[in-house]
């Protein structure tokens, strides 16, 4: 029982030439020389005022007078700071989308402290501000990410660990195929060991097969997402980048709280080390250990981990899928998988697919 990870499809899809990287090394060159060109700093937010600027649209000046231009995205923070709807605004002229933000911010909204970070252009050292988030915002910055990834994985390209081939035959990596991607607004890592793939007896009807490893990764320097960390085993990844036959889905999620740093530092990391230096064996040892843990009371087991409501629908699942009932841990985990397809709120059925992950781990 498996199913298809579309995640690193949509990025795929929708990322521009610009935030394509063909490397962990070129995409770490990059998060470098962002962060050397970023500055934070706290300001109350009536102390910001919205500029029109016949050729740049909006700006904002801080306390020194200064104006900056704005991603797309801080704009749409700003804006709700004013509490005023973005995308009304980018309808209006420049003076009249000044004048709501300025009205918003100095009468409107209640005064707020915020934390603006500001970048720095390579060529004119003209100021952009990427992000106007809470005073607290616990900012994970992308190259401590990529650093991490590139400790324990190299280059992205020529390990074990790499960017996926097509159909599971390794390719060269070029910025059409590549699943290393980088934006003013968030990060996007996908890698997988195709060559040390995991052989697993009475994987489906009785019959043979192997997975490969993979991970995604993710984070925002400016408040666009959490930083995540989800891991799975796969068949093969297709030309678009959707992973085809996906199996044990587990994710870790940390928020961007004052405490985010550490938690990356004492959690994220050695996950990332753990998962780079597991052996396959392990992983088969751990899969055949599920498949042979039989269940003396099945709706219990499903009952007393995924609640009491679920139990019917994942026995219905997995009946209509594999053709017979659950018998084992190794079971109730895919049937917990198919039934977290099903589910249409994101929070609900990651937990759910971490939850089936935890079966594989403790069998």
């Given at each position: 029982?498996s199913?298809?990870?579309?995640?690193?499809?949509?990025?795929?899809?929708s990322?521009?030439?610009?935030?394509?990287?063909?490397s962990?090394i070129a995409?770490?060159a990059?998060a470098?020389?962002?962060?050397?060109?970023?500055k934070?700093a706290v300001?109350?937010?009536?102390?910001?005022n919205?500029i029109p600027d016949?050729?740049k649209?909006?700006?904002?000046?801080?306390?020194?007078g200064?104006?900056?231009?704005?991603?797309?995205f801080a704009f749409?923070q700003v804006?709700?700071?004013a509490e005023?709807?973005?995308r009304y605004l980018r309808?209006?002229p420049?003076p009249i989308?000044a004048d709501c933000?300025?009205?918003?911010?100095q009468f409107k909204?209640?005064?707020a402290?915020?934390?603006?970070?500001?970048q720095?252009?390579g060529?004119d050292?003209?100021?952009?501000i990427?992000?106007?988030?809470?005073p607290?915002y616990g900012?994970?910055?992308?190259?401590?990410?990529i650093?991490?990834?590139?400790?324990?994985?190299?280059d992205?390209?020529?390990?074990?660990?790499?960017?996926p081939g097509e159909f599971g035959?390794?390719?060269e990596?070029?910025?059409?195929?590549t699943?290393l991607?980088?934006?003013?607004?968030?990060?996007?890592v996908?890698l997988?060991?195709?060559d040390?793939?995991i052989?697993?007896p009475?994987?489906?009807?009785g019959e043979?097969?192997?997975?490969?490893?993979?991970f995604?990764?993710?984070n925002?320097e400016?408040?666009?997402a959490?930083?995540?960390?989800g891991?799975?085993?796969?068949?093969?990844?297709?030309?678009n980048r959707i992973?085809w036959g996906?199996e044990q889905?587990?994710e870790?999620?940390?928020?961007h709280t004052?405490?985010?740093?550490d938690?990356?530092?004492d959690?994220?990391r050695p996950?990332?080390?753990?998962?780079a230096?597991?052996s396959s064996?392990s992983?088969t040892?751990?899969v055949?250990?599920?498949?042979?843990?039989?269940?003396d009371?099945?709706?219990?087991?499903?009952?007393k981990?995924?609640g009491?409501r679920?139990?019917?629908?994942m026995k219905g699942i997995?009946a209509?899928?594999e053709?017979?009932?659950?018998?084992?841990?190794?079971?109730a985990?895919?049937?917990a998988?198919?039934?977290?397809?099903g589910i249409?709120?994101?929070?609900?059925?990651v937990?759910v697919?971490r939850?089936a992950g935890?079966?594989l781990?403790?069998?």
């Amino acid at each position: 029982m498996s199913t298809q990870l579309m995640k690193a499809s949509h990025q795929w899809a929708s990322r521009p030439a610009d935030e394509r990287f063909t490397s962990l090394i070129a995409m770490l060159a990059h998060a470098k020389e962002s962060r050397s060109q970023s500055k934070e700093a706290v300001v109350s937010s009536r102390r910001l005022n919205a500029i029109p600027d016949g050729n740049k649209g909006i700006l904002i000046a801080g306390p020194n007078g200064h104006p900056a231009t704005t991603t797309n995205f801080a704009f749409g923070q700003v804006a709700q700071l004013a509490e005023a709807p973005a995308r009304y605004l980018r309808t209006l002229p420049a003076p009249i989308a000044a004048d709501c933000v300025n009205y918003g911010l100095q009468f409107k909204a209640t005064i707020a402290d915020v934390g603006v970070l500001l970048q720095k252009d390579g060529h004119d050292g003209s100021p952009t501000i990427r992000s106007a988030t809470g005073p607290r915002y616990g900012r994970i910055w992308n190259e401590s990410v990529i650093e991490a990834m590139v400790d324990r994985f190299g280059d992205g390209v020529s390990g074990d660990w790499r960017v996926p081939g097509e159909f599971g035959k390794r390719v060269e990596v070029t910025k059409d195929n590549t699943t290393l991607y980088a934006g003013d607004r968030d990060m996007f890592v996908f890698l997988a060991d195709e060559d040390h793939r995991i052989e697993i007896p009475n994987r489906r009807n009785g019959e043979p097969g192997s997975l490969a490893r993979g991970f995604f990764c993710w984070n925002s320097e400016v408040g666009a997402a959490t930083f995540g960390l989800g891991t799975f085993l796969f068949d093969y990844v297709c030309c678009n980048r959707i992973v085809w036959g996906a199996e044990q889905y587990g994710e870790i999620k940390i928020r961007h709280t004052a405490s985010a740093p550490d938690r990356f530092l004492d959690e994220m990391r050695p996950a990332l080390e753990n998962y780079a230096k597991s052996s396959s064996a392990s992983i088969t040892d751990a899969v055949k250990s599920a498949q042979a843990a039989r269940l003396d009371n099945v709706d219990e087991f499903l009952a007393k981990r995924f609640g009491a409501r679920t139990v019917d629908s994942m026995k219905g699942i997995h009946a209509l899928e594999e053709g017979r009932p659950i018998e084992t841990v190794w079971d109730a985990a895919t049937a917990a998988t198919a039934y977290a397809r099903g589910i249409v709120w994101q929070d609900t059925r990651v937990d759910v697919e971490r939850k089936a992950g935890e079966l594989l781990k403790a069998a």
